[in-house]
């Protein structure tokens, strides 16, 4: 598997000015003020990244000066970008792909925490801290990342008192994140949570299709069954279940949302999937 570190000393040793982050003169572009072009991005992955809505909560400066100091990475599905136990190097932004918080376990199989989608960035935790990391990460598809130092991130920090609050803001909506998710373990059925995942993932990675709300993520029911904290069996069954009612279309490699009404019922317990009918039709 490709060593991420390794590259990446190579690949910092390119310097990339602030200036060249280039923004057309006033009037000559009518397109938000977070979509300008980004060296080394596509356009949509330009757009991603500064139409998040974290970043785009950050002052012009501080976006010029954020994506003056990143590199901009391609990496290919399974590329390893940083191991657990290893001490963080960098801070990430997805522009493109999604990337794979996980771990394996001590049978072999990797276990799945959540995927880290576009406009998403992470590993300022560990930077900030100065912990070993404490998850495996992984591309899970062909991504495109902006890379960002220690010490640039620490740069950025002591001249923008604005970061250190924006990266405050943004661990507390993670933690957020991870206590509902703690809480739907220990409160909801196996169901209810699948199906919540399942809007995750949709606002995540869904793209509207004539078919429904395509999932355009790869994903396996292991990765599911980890992420809801069930076995691969029990969300199969589930799956087929949401299938027999027409919420959900099983595919080979994506998942399509068909009526997320009835899927936004079965994730608030209004609707109680495995009476006899669907266990039949399932």
């Known amino acids: 598997m490709t060593s991420f570190v390794t590259e990446r000393t190579a690949f910092t040793q390119i310097p990339r000015p602030l200036a060249s982050v280039t923004r057309p003169a006033p009037g000559r572009d009518m397109r938000p003020r977070h979509a300008w072009p980004v060296p080394g991005l596509r356009d949509e992955e330009s757009a991603s ?10 002052s012009e400066p501080l976006h010029e000066a954020i994506l003056g100091y990143a590199r901009v990475r391609q990496v290919r599905a399974g590329t390893r970008i ?36 576009p406009s998403q960035w992470f590993g300022d935790i560990a930077l900030i801290d100065d912990k070993p990391l404490d998850l495996d990460v992984t591309a899970h598809v062909p991504s495109t990342l902006l890379i960002v130092s220690k010490a640039d991130l620490r740069r950025l920090i002591e001249n923008f008192g604005e970061l ?29 949570r699948l199906a919540r995942q399942m809007q995750r993932l949709m606002r995540q990675f869904g793209r509207a299709t004539a078919c429904g709300l395509r999932i355009d993520l790869a994903l ?11 076995s691969r069996q ?15 279309q099983l595919g080979q490699a994506r998942l399509s949302v068909m009526d997320e009404a009835l899927l936004e019922a079965v994730a608030a317990g209004k609707l109680v999937l495995g009476d006899a009918g669907v266990d039949a039709a399932a």
């Open 49 to 58: 990244i500064q139409g998040g809505a974290w970043f785009a909560g950050l």
């Open 82 to 117: 940083a191991q657990r136990g290893d001490v963080a190097a960098s801070w990430v932004g997805v522009a493109g792909g999604a990337v794979r918080l996980g771990t394996a376990l001590a049978d072999g199989r990797d276990f799945t925490l959540d995927f880290i989608g």
């Open 164 to 192: 250190g609050d924006a990266l405050l803001q943004l661990n507390c909506q993670r933690l957020r994140h991870m206590l509902r998710r703690f809480e739907e373990l220990q409160t909801l059925t196996l169901a209810q």
């Open 220 to 230: 396996s029911q292991a990765d599911l069954a980890a992420m809801v904290g069930g």
């Open 234 to 248: 029990r969300v199969n069954r589930a799956l087929r279940q949401m299938q027999a009612r027409g919420i959900v």
